[in-house]
């Protein structure tokens, strides 16, 4: 069956990094494009970025556009998310996702930026 497992998360301070990873299995890693979201206390879930199935093509959100950086390694069945300059309002569980006949989402990894 699919499984995404995210970890990487932790405690940082404002202006901090931290990388976050995926791992993927049950499925061909490599033919399908990979996301991250997020999803703050007593707010919706965020899409955050999308990198497509070979890592051609990448797209973030607005609010972590030239601080965030998403990649995959599609010999590990792994994509990554480093953050860099880590605001208060990054705060969030982030979570990875794909998405073919149904989405399919990972059991999130707590971020919190806080000095």
């Known amino acids: 069956q699919v499984q995404l497992v995210e970890s990487g998360g932790g405690l940082v301070q404002p202006g901090g990094s931290l990388r976050l990873s995926c791992a993927a299995s049950?499925?061909?890693?490599?033919?399908?494009?990979m996301s991250w979201y997020r999803q703050a206390p007593g707010k919706e879930r965020e899409w955050v970025t999308t990198?497509?199935?070979?890592?051609?093509?990448?797209s973030y959100a607005e609010s972590v556009r030239g601080r965030f950086t998403i990649s995959r390694d599609n010999a590990k069945n792994t994509v990554y998310l480093q953050m860099n300059s880590l605001r208060p309002e990054d705060t969030a569980v982030y979570y990875c996702?794909?998405?073919?006949?149904?989405?399919?989402w990972g059991q999130g990894t707590q971020v919190t930026v806080s000095s």
């Open positions: 996702n794909t998405r073919f006949q149904r989405e399919y």
């Open positions: 049950g499925f061909s890693f490599s033919s399908y494009a």
């Open positions: 990198i497509t199935n070979i890592g051609a093509s990448t």
